[in-house]
């Protein structure tokens, strides 16, 4: 009966305890299936498959998609330009 009381007043795991911080948990983010570099592979496999394609249609299939498709150009433009851009961008703005 005195060990069901224990359990009964015990907190759950993981509850703060007065005082304490709680401890931080390292999250192994990568896959221990997944190698170390096959993300970096397949980056640079897309980099080159757009690389050619780019080759092969050259600039005339860009001029097409900001033409018809306006909007999807521009995302892609977005998405190609550096996070930092806008910082950049307002540093810019005020010196003028």
């Known amino acids: 009966m005195a060990d069901e009381n224990k359990a009964a007043r015990r907190k759950p795991a993981g509850a703060k305890r007065a005082g304490q911080k709680p401890q931080a948990?390292?999250?192994d983010v990568a896959s221990p299936n997944r190698p170390k570099r096959s993300r970096k592979t397949l980056v640079d496999d897309f980099a080159a498959?757009?690389?050619a394609d780019f080759r092969a249609h050259?600039?005339?299939?860009?001029?097409a998609v900001r033409a018809e498709k306006p909007?999807?150009?521009l995302k892609v433009v977005?998405?190609?330009l550096p996070k930092d851009f806008s910082q950049d961008f307002?540093?810019?703005k005020n010196s003028l």
């Open 58 to 63: 050259g600039a005339g299939v860009i001029a």
């Open 25 to 27: 948990r390292r999250v």
């Open 90 to 92: 307002d540093a810019d």
């Open 78 to 80: 977005l998405t190609l």
């Open 49 to 51: 498959a757009l690389r």
């Open 71 to 73: 909007e999807q150009y």
